[in-house]
């Protein structure tokens, strides 16, 4: 177990990230998201500029390509993009029937009642299954308007944990009545989480720069990562750190304090409100901490990192949720 940690670690500075081969980049360009610190390069980036509305409907990349027997990977917040080496360009992985007939223990499920949407304002499309099922009210104008990007119909209008939803072979779609707006899950954290071996993959990383390189902390850079996106009570959080200088060099010997926290900023444990967590990074700049999440908790995490290093303070956040 201390030689995965040890690798999940070493995995910040891109060490064990596979590349994709040079044939994959001959399209497109390339193009750095900091809200997730990945990149999108050459034809992933032409599938990613293609859709009519890519960061609703794909969310932001969490990893960068990677290789692995002949295919070819990138996951995003809310799918999964492929590409085989004799395909032409990437295609989506069908996340929305595989989580519908992969459904988490915790997660219930029941039929929606039909008059909970007046079936005055719904029309029934053919399945996967063969079978015709209703689309409704504003799943059905989100299906008109991105039927071509998200597929079939897998189900009839569902409740899961109290929020409506529908499945579709591309997506899950969530329906909040506050708003009254439709959002898409973020099947494609799940299937991270669920199938990738690796998941030191998502761990951000700097954009690429061809500047000479300097060491100096003119300005200090905090990057981190959760090892689950969800977990249950009563289970171990690893967080993974690395701090670096402006140049993306890494910084040894920085002094990082670290806060779990309620939404609302109160600490997450009540038998230690006041201390955080104290680490020091490593030679290759990284540190590592860890929590046991309360039994009794539910909902969001927050995780407030702030380092020290000579006379410079960095500072970063990340968040995950306990699944109820």
Not at 1 to 26: Q, T
Not at 204 to 221: C, D, K, M, V, Y
Request: glycine letters at 8%; a positive charge; one cysteine or more.
């Amino acid at each position: 177990m201390g030689k995965r940690r040890l690798g999940l670690l070493l995995a910040l500075l891109g060490a064990i990230l596979l590349l994709p081969s040079r044939s994959l980049w001959a399209a497109g360009g390339s193009k750095y998201f900091p809200e997730t610190g990945h990149t999108i390069q050459g034809v992933f980036l032409d599938y990613f500029l293609a859709q009519p509305d890519a960061p609703r409907l794909m969310g932001y990349p969490i990893t960068e390509a990677i290789t692995r027997n002949g295919v070819t990977i990138q996951y995003f917040q809310r799918v999964v993009l492929q590409k085989g080496a004799h395909d032409f360009a990437p295609s989506p992985l069908k996340l929305g029937s595989l989580f519908y007939h992969n459904k988490p223990d915790n997660l219930h499920r029941s039929p929606l009642p039909l008059n909970t949407w007046n079936t005055t304002g719904c029309q029934s499309f053919r399945g996967e299954d063969g079978k015709q099922h209703p689309v409704c009210y504003e799943f059905l104008k989100f299906y008109e308007k991105y039927k071509a990007y998200i597929g079939r119909v897998v189900s009839d209008p569902l409740e899961e944990n109290g929020i409506p939803v529908q499945y579709f072979e591309g997506a899950r779609l969530e329906y909040n009545p506050t708003h009254g707006r439709v959002t898409l899950s973020n099947l494609g954290e799940w299937y991270f989480q669920r199938y990738e071996p690796d998941p030191s993959l998502r761990l951000p990383l700097p954009p690429a720069s061809n500047a000479p390189h300097r060491r100096a902390a003119l300005q200090i850079e905090v990057r981190l990562a959760a090892e689950k996106i969800l977990l249950f009570p009563g289970e171990t959080q690893h967080i993974f750190i690395q701090v670096t200088n402006h140049l993306g060099e890494p910084l040894p010997g920085a002094q990082v304090s670290l806060r779990f926290l309620t939404p609302a900023g109160a600490p997450l444990s009540p038998t230690d409100p006041t201390r955080p967590q104290t680490l020091t990074t490593n030679a290759q700049g990284c540190a590592q901490a860890a929590i046991t999440v309360p039994i009794n908790y539910r909902g969001r995490v927050v995780v407030r990192v702030s380092a020290t290093f000579a006379d410079q303070t960095g500072e970063s956040e990340t968040t995950f949720r306990v699944w109820h």
